[in-house]
């Protein structure tokens, strides 16, 4: 793992240590281009993190000039483009969230 993602995990993981973490995200973590996906901070960082300390998942947000651009016009990319790969992603995300905090309240709910 690089210096810069091993001092953001540990800062991470460090400040919130247990509280469950139901999910990490490599923002940023690579672009398309001629038809290939590049991976300017390396690639695996995010399976590390995760393996390391015990994350059931993982998600990824691509390098993407639209995705900040429309944030910044006030029109999420998820608006401008519903069925685009970065709205399917937060979706996923969203589900993720909502299903492991379900399973923690199961878990800890004496109903």
Known sequence: MSELGSYSTWNITGTYRGVPCVAAIENMSHFDADGKSHYPFGKGLGSEVVKQFGIPNLFDFPIRPTLSASGDRGVPEVVADPLG???????????????????????????
């Open 85 to 111: 790969e970065v709205s399917k992603t937060f979706q996923e995300l969203g589900i993720c969230v909502v299903q492991q905090c379900a399973k923690i309240h199961q878990q800890v709910s004496p109903w």
